[in-house]
């Protein structure tokens, strides 16, 4: 069952509520029967139900149960294909809306936009491994099925290869440190996270500086984008990333990476290691993100939904007194009768 405790229609009535509606691309054919968020809000569900993390399932569960549709504002429950459709069309909407959040935070003065955070954290993908000599030839083995072909490697330090997806989500802290997401992109695992953090530079907020990040991120091109001086030619924007140790002279931009990385305070970039981590594991246990359910482009939705889902979660428990990182609260809550 879902609970619909007053908890879970704050969670859930937050989209659009909390930091406006996002304007729909224009596209052909016929408009949408079902506002987007209102759908959003069906996918909701998916979130708080590993019953039912399939559309066809989600389908079947509103169409029997009434306190749901009453939920999420639902009247009329739409097709199952309907449901699979506007899943995958949802990437470039949900990155929006992440944004916007985003922007709600730092309006309301919830975050400290000096020192900002990114990372990526990798999740395995539906479905079993597809081989590396196997993927670079495109060959599927016959004994394996359902392959997540959308999927690709990535190497984490703590579990080895991963066969999935990753998160490259950019975080601000509160006051008192709390990491907060502003931004997010989600890819297959291959796809390294400084080239996602040069798309997502121009998105951040004017007032950051300085942008802690690990030696994934060491790219000449990314600290030349980001770096800014003023007229005394004072660094304004920096990049603070710890270099990887390499034999011989290292280029000249490693070398001031270097320098920076030794005059910054030990306690800034030490922020990296106590606050990045905790939150990927908070925003993974609370939506069960390890393994994803779901395949191909639905799974870089899915981890976006669950990014929108979780800065909503966040905001209901900043203004609801909470632990800002509590999430039992919606599945323990009692439901309606």
């Known amino acids: 069952m879902i609970p619909t405790s007053n908890a879970v229609r704050n969670w859930i009535g937050g989209v659009d509520h909390v930091h406006g509606r ?8 016929r408009p949408y029967v079902y506002a987007t968020s209102l759908i959003i809000r069906c996918y909701f569900l998916m979130l708080l139900n590993p019953r039912l993390r399939q559309h ?7 169409v029997c149960h009434a306190a749901a549709r009453r939920l999420v504002g639902l009247e ?14 949802l990437e470039k909407q949900l990155q929006a809306r992440i944004w ?20 990526g954290t990798l999740h395995q993908a539906a479905g079993p491994s597809w081989a590396a000599k196997f993927q670079a030839q495109g060959i599927l083995p016959l004994t394996l099925r359902h392959i997540d072909q959308g999927a690709g490697w990535g ?4 579990r080895g290869w991963v066969w999935g997806y990753r998160s490259h989500p950019v975080v601000a802290l509160t006051a008192d440190l709390q990491p907060i997401p502003l931004l997010m ?19 951040l907020p004017a007032e950051a500086t300085a942008i802690l990040l690990d030696s994934s991120y ?36 490693r070398q001031q990476l270097q320098v920076w990385r030794q005059v910054a305070e ?42 929108y889902a979780y800065q909503l979660l966040i905001w209901d428990n900043l203004h609801a007194g909470r632990p800002i990182y509590a999430y039992k609260h919606l599945i323990l809550a009692e439901g309606e009768p």
């Open 22 to 29: 996002i304007k729909e691309p224009r596209r052909r054919g």
């Open 56 to 62: 066809a399932k989600l389908h079947d569960y509103l």
């Open 76 to 89: 009329v429950v739409p097709h199952r294909t309907t449901f699979s459709r506007r899943f995958t069309a």
């Open 100 to 119: 916007a959040m985003g922007l709600a935070f730092v309006l309301h003065g919830l975050v400290e936009l000096h020192v900002l955070l990114a990372d």
């Open 155 to 158: 190497k984490s330090p703590y």
């Open 185 to 203: 992109a989600a890819t297959p695992a291959d796809v390294q996270d400084n080239t996602i953090l040069a798309q997502q530079l121009p998105w």
């Open 218 to 253: 060491e790219d000449e091109a990314l600290v030349q984008a980001w770096q800014q001086r003023d007229d005394a030619n004072c660094l304004e924007r920096w990049l603070l990333i710890d270099p990887k140790k390499r034999p011989g002279q290292p280029a000249p931009w």
């Open 266 to 307: 030990p306690e800034l970039y030490q922020l990296r290691g106590t606050r990045i981590e905790p939150f990927f594991a908070h925003w993974k246990e609370a939506f069960d993100l390890q393994r994803l359910p779901l395949q191909g482009q639905h799974a870089v939705v899915y981890l976006l939904l669950a990014m």
